[in-house]
């Protein structure tokens, strides 16, 4: 029972430092272990024997270490709010039959976190965890232990608004009338550590987001690790996955630390249809160093890597049909050919990155979609704008103000359209020339 678990936590326990010492002792006790089942779950009891119906029921209870196993489902949260908060470092694991004693988490068993769009709902990240607000009882922050997310698909259309519900376009504003949310501006796994505590996210799948920032976002703080492996991001807005930094010193034994390995991310948009920020399939806070191998970036509606000012070492990376540039340090755009030699923030040593055609194995329907988009341009748009002699514009004049254009449609008819989990899955399951990521069976 748990082969593929133990695997993968021993690789991720064996990659980190031991941080006992700068443990706080609110983090140091020994969890247990939680079962979560839609299909069998009742009750708040969480054994394997009688395990919780939903992971938003137990979330009062978890204390630090807790270990969570979460069978296949459609998990909706607590009354069916769409978004779960956890305050404690834990572990969670989904994928699993309702026995637990078998895991497919793409296939077979997949636990899918999502929501709905209904009125007053909740609009944050689908899970969130952070724990840098924990404090000890004189009142200092609590640091250390480890927090991991593995085998959980987070899929949030069904929590999106889209446009006279036909699924094509977002809308960012709630419709009260029609008793409508608007749709999440919050990613799907979002993970704030402490000090000294190391965030894992693995194998897990995050769709149809529409966040400022990254789908999947780890913000790791002082002496703390990150693990971003084997994920699959498609269908985004903002970045794919985000690695963010929380240390602002100069000590280079402390800096963050990242591995980001054998990720795939598909088709990042823009924050919005004339958006100057966001579609990049990666980005990088500066201040932390990165360790970035064997991924697929593609299909990003700016880049593949936006590095802000991390060091980084990059081997072996796929990128592809990103419609601006690959890469981008601040101002300074490249293509992947020639990232090792105008980089400044990359490793020299580093290597093995290509551009190559791929075909991604995406439903006709979607594909259809997505090829029949139109974009905006913000200069189109400030083209388009006309000035009106109205009357309140002469009173503007009159008192110096600036005078006002006309209003015009900023919205575009198709606009991260909802893909579904049986389109998208099938663009993950196998990387290309090695690059990216790989469907997470465990071998029976």
Known sequence: MKKLITILCFLFLTTMLSFSQNTSKKFTKKGREWYVSKNTGSGQLGTKERPAKDLGNIIHKLQPNDVIYIAE???LSKGKRGADEINVPVKIYGGYDTTFTIRDPWDTYK?????TNEYMKLTNPRLYIRTDQQREANGQLSQGSEIIVDGIIIDNGPRNRYHKNKNLAIRRKASPKNGQNPSPESGGIVIVGS???N???LNCVVMNTAPTEGAISLRVFKGGKGIIQNNFCINNTGYGIHA???YAGNDKNLVPSFTIKNNTVLFTWKHDPIASYGGNA??????????????TFAFAHKGGIYNK????ILNNNLFTGNSKYDYKERNATMVVEDILDEAEKIDPNSDGNESVLIKIPVAERWANIYGNRVELRREDVDAAVSVTNSGANQLRSMLGLNIQGNSVNMDAEIFLPLITIEEALPAGQ????GKGCTIPKEKQ
Request: net charge neutral.
């Open 309 to 312: 000012g991390a060091n980084i």
């Open 73 to 75: 489902g459609v998990y």
């Open 244 to 246: 963010r930094s929380g």
């Open 111 to 115: 636990t899918i976190f999502t929501g």
């Open 195 to 197: 000090k000294y505590t």
């Open 199 to 201: 965030i894992a996210v």
């Open 282 to 295: 990666l980005a990088l806070d500066q201040n932390i160093t990165a360790i970035i191998e064997n991924n």
């Open 430 to 433: 196998f990387p290309w020339n």
